[in-house]
């Protein structure tokens, strides 16, 4: 099981890699030896590191930071890391209190967005990172825009992506299309498409031709919620998706990229490109159907690499990014994983720091790498890192593209990041659309009811 990025009563959801093994521990866990100088620093005599973090029931990733903890303990003499596991919705239902409390931990992992973050940063509970950002030098290791993601927000709470440094995460994720080259090759299809109108031409020939376009699934609501933001920022650029969830720009749902976006689901339903009965399909089931092989093309993260099967029943599989209307990018829903802050409350606000600095580190980032994560940097030779790691194919696609997007491209956040109730308004509304009970305007306007109230409640 993985928790979904996604918003919602209790805030906004973070995915990560969860119940998955990771490939290569033993490997992951010498490149976090060398993490680490014997000679230590840091730290005095019986202190203790209270570590919270929120990947409850990732036994490999948890493995990961037992080995990096011990690593961290030998190079701080007397220092012992009190690792806490919680599971995703206890550390959002319960941060709050707990931050708000004389006794948090020294570290804990705390969501993204506004109902989270934003709300701990207003109430003074956590730390400003920027001195400690600037001693360590994290800004060269991860972009400006990921930081912009997942750890700057205005001192008053109400500008994500704006202000100082709360946060860091160590590990990536991010949307892309996967497809089948065995069944592409069956359709004349010899190649991914890198524009929006080949998608299209790609989806119509796998139509005409009997095989199922899109593996799509749509009763939990996610994959609507991936294709809206995917099919905006192809249309309209990363600003599209930026403006909203920033609240940069006057921005709304009434514009023509929003309408053009929703339109195209709606096409896309009406062509009977997506599964069949797709409504009766969550996102799992119809990944498990595309990575059983039916379907030319499905909307995946990348966290759920490696695909089920032997390296030759994989080789077949592809993830490349969603194609832009004007070819422009790589472009794609990118952003980290819970990012790593320090409370306020914090007995050992200097030791956190050099807590957080090792495990994002650009050693942990090539342990991540051979484990089969994204880390939030690539390495300084991604090839030789990958092929040391012995990866499937499409694990290597992923990290490849995901990195090249953060890289060179232009990674945006997940457009229900925008509002509390936006999650909820693009599944309801998104089955209203399909089944033609709603027109493309009707639809925005529900989007926009549910995003326009909540920006103005912030100023």
Not at 254 to 274: C, E, I, M, N
Not at 358 to 368: E, N, V
């Given at each position: 099981?993985?928790?979904?990025?996604?918003?919602?009563?209790?805030?906004?959801?973070?995915h990560?890699?969860v119940g998955?093994?990771?490939?290569?521990?033993?490997?992951?866990?010498?490149?976090?030896?060398?993490?680490?100088?014997?000679?230590?620093?840091?730290?005095?005599?019986?202190?203790?590191?209270?570590?919270q973090?929120?990947?409850?029931?990732a036994?490999?990733?948890?493995?990961?930071y037992a080995?990096?903890?011990?690593?961290?303990?030998?190079?701080?003499?007397?220092?012992?890391?009190?690792?806490?596991?919680k599971?995703?919705?206890?550390?959002?239902?319960?941060?709050?209190?707990?931050?708000?409390?004389s006794?948090?931990?020294?570290?804990?992992?705390t969501?993204?967005?506004?109902?989270?973050?934003?709300?701990?940063?207003?109430?003074?509970?956590l730390?400003?990172?920027?001195?400690?950002?600037?001693?360590?030098?994290?800004?060269?290791?991860?972009?400006?825009?990921?930081?912009?993601?997942?750890?700057?927000?205005?001192?008053?709470?109400?500008?994500?992506?704006?202000g100082?440094?709360?946060?860091?995460?160590?590990?990536?994720a991010?949307?892309?299309?996967?497809m089948?080259?065995?069944?592409?090759?069956?359709?004349?299809i010899?190649?991914?498409?890198?524009?929006?109108?080949?998608?299209?031409?790609?989806?119509?020939?796998?139509?005409q031709?009997?095989?199922?376009?899109?593996?799509?699934?749509s009763?939990?609501?996610e994959?609507?919620?991936?294709l809206?933001s995917?099919?905006?920022?192809?249309?309209?650029?990363?600003?599209a998706?930026?403006?909203i969830?920033?609240?940069?720009?006057?921005?709304?749902?009434?514009?023509?990229?929003?309408?053009?976006?929703?339109q195209?689901?709606?096409?896309?339903?009406?062509?009977?490109?997506f599964?069949?009965?797709?409504?009766?399909?969550k996102?799992?089931?119809?990944?498990?159907?595309f990575?059983?092989?039916?379907?030319?093309?499905d909307?995946?993260?990348?966290?759920?690499?490696?695909?089920p099967?032997?390296?030759?029943q994989?080789k077949?599989f592809?993830?490349?990014?969603f194609?832009?209307?004007?070819?422009?990018?790589?472009n794609?829903?990118?952003?980290?994983?819970?990012?790593?802050?320090?409370?306020?409350?914090?007995?050992?606000?200097?030791?956190?720091a050099?807590?957080?600095?090792?495990?994002?580190?650009?050693t942990?980032?090539?342990?991540?790498?051979?484990?089969?994560n994204?880390?939030?940097?690539?390495p300084?030779?991604l090839?030789?890192?990958?092929?040391?790691?012995?990866?499937?194919?499409?694990s290597?696609?992923?990290?490849k593209?995901?990195l090249?997007?953060?890289?060179?491209?232009s990674?945006?956040p997940?457009?229900?990041?925008?509002?509390?109730?936006?999650?909820?308004a693009?599944?309801?509304?998104?089955?209203?659309?399909?089944?033609?009970?709603?027109?493309?305007d009707?639809?925005?306007s529900?989007?926009?009811?549910?995003?326009?109230?909540?920006?103005?409640?912030?100023?």
């Amino acid at each position: 099981m993985h928790d979904r990025r996604r918003g919602g009563p209790g805030g906004y959801r973070t995915h990560r890699t969860v119940g998955r093994t990771l490939v290569a521990l033993g490997a992951a866990a010498g490149l976090f030896l060398t993490a680490c100088s014997s000679s230590g620093s840091g730290g005095s005599s019986g202190t203790t590191l209270v570590v919270q973090n929120g990947a409850g029931g990732a036994t490999g990733l948890l493995a990961a930071y037992a080995k990096l903890n011990k690593q961290f303990e030998a190079a701080h003499k007397g220092v012992k890391i009190k690792f806490v596991t919680k599971s995703f919705d206890e550390v959002v239902s319960t941060a709050k209190l707990q931050l708000s409390g004389s006794n948090p931990p020294d570290v804990t992992q705390t969501n993204q967005g506004y109902q989270a973050m934003g709300t701990f940063v207003k109430a003074g509970l956590l730390t400003n990172l920027d001195d400690y950002a600037k001693k360590y030098d994290w800004v060269s290791r991860q972009s400006s825009k990921l930081l912009e993601l997942n750890g700057h927000f205005s001192a008053n709470g109400v500008k994500m992506g704006d202000g100082p440094l709360w946060g860091i995460s160590v590990t990536n994720a991010w949307i892309g299309l996967l497809m089948n080259m065995d069944v592409a090759s069956q359709l004349g299809i010899s190649a991914p498409p890198t524009t929006f109108a080949e998608l299209e031409q790609d989806l119509s020939a796998a139509k005409q031709k009997g095989a199922v376009p899109f593996q799509f699934g749509s009763s939990n609501g996610e994959m609507p919620a991936w294709l809206l933001s995917e099919l905006l920022l192809a249309k309209g650029g990363p600003e599209a998706v930026n403006d909203i969830v920033f609240h940069r720009n006057a921005p709304t749902f009434k514009s023509s990229a929003a309408a053009w976006a929703a339109q195209t689901l709606k096409s896309w339903s009406d062509k009977g490109y997506f599964t069949k009965n797709y409504t009766a399909y969550k996102t799992d089931e119809a990944f498990a159907k595309f990575a059983g092989g039916s379907g030319l093309f499905d909307l995946a993260g990348s966290w759920l690499m490696p695909l089920p099967g032997t390296p030759a029943q994989t080789k077949k599989f592809k993830m490349v990014v969603f194609p832009s209307v004007s070819g422009a990018g790589p472009n794609a829903v990118a952003a980290g994983d819970m990012p790593w802050t320090i409370p306020a409350h914090s007995k050992h606000h200097d030791l956190a720091a050099e807590y957080i600095n090792f495990i994002s580190s650009a050693t942990s980032a090539d342990a991540l790498l051979a484990s089969g994560n994204m880390p939030s940097f690539a390495p300084a030779d991604l090839d030789v890192a990958l092929g040391k790691a012995n990866l499937p194919s499409p694990s290597q696609d992923a990290i490849k593209n995901g990195l090249s997007v953060i890289k060179s491209g232009s990674p945006v956040p997940f457009i229900d990041w925008g509002a509390p109730d936006l999650y909820d308004a693009i599944k309801s509304g998104f089955e209203s659309l399909a089944a033609g009970s709603m027109s493309v305007d009707s639809f925005l306007s529900r989007l926009q009811d549910a995003f326009g109230p909540f920006v103005s409640s912030l100023k």
